[in-house]
């Protein structure tokens, strides 16, 4: 979550001044009119930059006056701007934003913006990141606004504004203030923010890209590691791809994507392999919240031959829970495959995930466990697999690393006569490390290694294959 | 410098509702907590006490290092106290008005207590050194550009000293380097002022 990131920034940035915190020792006489004139004092200092002497005026009037509010909250003020505050409420809430428990941050922040007065800017950034967080995108902005006034967290509070803006379609506005904090902002937060500007441009609502790739696949048939011919079953691949989004109403609402890919090999042509494919769908959200419901249709070509075609429906979505963000996938797809000899297999599929993610959108952590039931007409080409698998994304001085490894188990559904009627029994475990370094506002590079070992109680079934590839990716947003 | 509490002690002698916070700024001064002393004068200023109050936060705001600020709150006119000019001379040349300074300490001299006399001519001293120098045109238009932004922060004082310091030093110049623009900063900087006579 973005939120605990951003806040360890700001925390580390802030000054703290030599003001006197400790606890105030009440007057034995109140004095509520000295009082006032040392309140006077102490506002006119503070508006003058001298938070030392203003802090001197406000204790003096606290002591004189135990029960003014005013005193209070402007001694607190300004001792939180130092970080010389002993404020379990807002330590509380730290630690609850630093943890993703922003219900709890809200509601002991909440007073604060309930009543007269001006909270201090660090309670407002700290708010305004949880109401963000909670999806209150109205309060969220009020609080952040007031944060933005605020040398010491303006940066911070801009990024926010800037996803607040994007959450609301207006990519335009959130590249600006991605801008000025990356303009701003020294270090972690002005490269995030730079980054999250670049994201932001490309948060368009038509937008197409186009990648050409290269590589080298060991195991282009998936050749038995047992049989002779499998240190031969390798080839250089080299390929583009070329894809367009349109989402008329932003991140929320409807879209459309549609694409194509060839991928040719070198010299193993049978596995030349094209790809076209589109997809509608609607994706709802509610602050971090999302629910995406969507119909695709892809159709693959193998060795310049008709390979498969696929309706899918699926429904995915992500919740945020106060330990983790929860998701699920459900998905059906219609396969039909058009070649003779694997017609059998072509019959529905049905896939669902759930999953539990800690982070945010440039740094998480996610473990998932996938099931897939595949139905077919012959029951020795149907299965059910099922498996755990976890991805890591990192942002990095050096750009985006992602690691993804995968478990699955697959059982078939009977005896299979071409394997000695042996009820097919596999197992794969799959990994892949991606690294991508933006080269412009528009140039992406990517570097992909990964591999896959399957294992089998059909040992002529059991392969290894490792592939690698660098691309080069162009996007440009026409709308 | 205590001699500052013994004139605030004095001044007590005519009591009057805010005389506690004089006294208590008096004794934190001399504690060396000159951000307490600040406060205590300017309540005691805001409770009904004479304007030397002010001129006790002035002092202060010497020893707090913002002289530019106690500048304007002495005023333009000399102080009555020879110790509280003294810090007005002080306020001056910190807030690099030279000629201020050396006037304050001119026209006081021979009242002061032997040591703050000690001081304030090894002051003047060093004020003569420092304007014996040839005065550079950018000087001049250093002076010029801060009178200007004084009065647009609304520190009509300092902005009429510093054009003042700037006609002063341009006068000493052959070409009298933007002598016309330091008078008009004068007469604008009179103007916001409300003052009617020119400063010392």
Not at chain 1, 81 to 105: I, K, L, N, P, Q
Not at chain 1, 276 to 301: P, Q, S
Not at chain 2, 160 to 179: P, S
Request: aromatic share 8%; hydrophobic share 45%; proline share 4%.
């Amino acid at each position: 979550m973005i939120a605990a990131w951003a806040l360890s920034l700001w925390a580390s940035a802030a000054g703290a001044g030599p003001i006197d915190c400790s606890k105030v020792e009440p007057a034995r006489s109140p004095d509520p009119a000295a009082a006032q004139a040392y309140l006077e004092v102490g506002d006119a200092e503070s508006r003058q930059g001298r938070p030392d002497t203003a802090a001197v005026a406000f204790r003096e009037a606290v002591r004189l006056d135990p029960a003014s509010p005013a005193a209070r909250a402007r001694l607190l003020n300004l001792c939180r701007e130092s970080g010389e505050a002993a404020d379990e409420d807002f330590d509380r809430a730290t630690r609850a934003v630093e943890e993703g428990r922003y219900e709890e941050a809200i509601a002991a922040l909440g007073p604060r913006f309930a009543g007269e007065g001006r909270p201090d800017a660090a309670a407002a950034l700290l708010y305004g990141i949880s109401l963000y967080e909670r999806g209150d995108d109205a309060r969220a902005k009020q609080a952040l606004q007031l944060a933005a006034q605020s040398p010491g967290t303006a940066d911070a509070a801009s990024v926010f504004l800037g996803l607040l803006a994007l959450r609301a379609g207006s990519s335009d506005q959130a590249a600006a203030l991605f801008d000025r904090a990356g303009g701003g902002a020294q270090g972690e937060l002005a490269r995030t923010a730079r980054d999250l500007a670049a994201l932001a441009r490309r948060d368009v609502r038509l937008a197409v890209s186009a990648e050409v790739e290269g590589g080298y696949d060991s195991n282009v048939d998936q050749a038995p590691d047992r049989t002779p011919v499998a240190g031969l079953s390798g080839d250089l691949l080299y390929g583009a791809t070329a894809s367009a989004l349109l989402r008329p109403f932003g991140e929320t609402g409807p879209y459309a994507v549609a694409g194509a890919r060839l991928r040719n090999l070198r010299e193993i042509g049978d596995y030349d392999l094209a790809w076209a494919g589109g997809a509608a769908g609607y994706r709802f959200t509610h602050g971090r919240d999302e629910l995406r419901v969507e119909y695709a249709f892809d159709a693959i070509w193998l060795g310049y031959q008709p390979f498969s075609t696929a309706h899918q429906l699926q429904l995915d979505g992500a919740l945020d829970l106060p330990f983790a963000r929860a998701g699920a996938l459900v998905s059906a797809r219609a396969e039909r495959y058009s070649a003779p000899q694997i017609q059998k297999y072509s019959g529905p599929t049905f896939d669902g995930e759930v999953s539990l993610a800690w982070g945010g959108s440039a740094t998480e952590l996610k473990l998932r466990y996938r099931g897939q039931g595949h139905r077919s007409e012959e029951a020795e080409v149907r299965w059910l697999d099922h498996g755990p698998g976890v991805r890591a994304m990192a942002a990095l001085l050096w750009g985006r690393l992602v690691v993804d490894a995968q478990v699955t188990i697959r059982t078939y559904g009977a005896e299979d006569p071409g394997f000695g009627d042996v009820v097919r029994q596999d197992a794969y475990l799959d990994g892949v490390v991606s690294l991508e370094q933006d080269l412009g506002k528009q140039l992406t590079v990517s570097l992909c290694v990964g591999g896959r070992k399957a294992f089998s109680n059909v040992g002529t079934l059991e392969y290894t294959r490792l592939y690698g590839g660098l691309g080069l990716i162009f996007t440009a947003g026409l709308w | 410098m205590s001699k500052l509490l013994t004139v605030i002690v004095a001044s007590l002698l005519a009591a009057g509702p805010a005389d506690g916070h004089l006294l208590q700024g008096a004794r934190a001064f001399r504690a060396g907590r000159y951000a307490e002393a600040l406060v205590e004068f300017k309540v005691a200023e805001k409770l009904g006490a004479g304007p030397d109050a002010r001129a006790y936060a002035a002092a202060a705001l010497v020893k707090l290092d913002r002289p530019e600020e106690a500048v304007e709150l002495f005023g333009p006119k000399p102080a009555s106290d020879p110790v509280l000019e003294f810090y007005r001379a002080l306020a001056c040349y910190q807030a690099r008005l030279f000629t201020c300074a050396d006037r304050a300490l001119e026209g006081a001299m021979g009242r002061f207590g032997r040591r703050v006399e000690e001081e304030a001519r090894a002051l003047r001293a060093q004020i003569k050194r420092t304007l014996s120098a040839e005065i550079q045109p950018e000087a001049v238009d250093w002076y010029l550009r801060h009178g200007e932004e004084a009065l647009q922060a609304g520190q009509p004082v300092l902005g009429l000293l510093y054009a003042a310091e700037a006609r002063a030093l341009g006068g000493r110049r052959k070409d009298c380097h933007r002598c016309a623009d330091a008078d008009a900063l004068q007469t604008k900087a009179k103007a916001a002022a409300g003052a009617g006579e020119a400063p010392r």
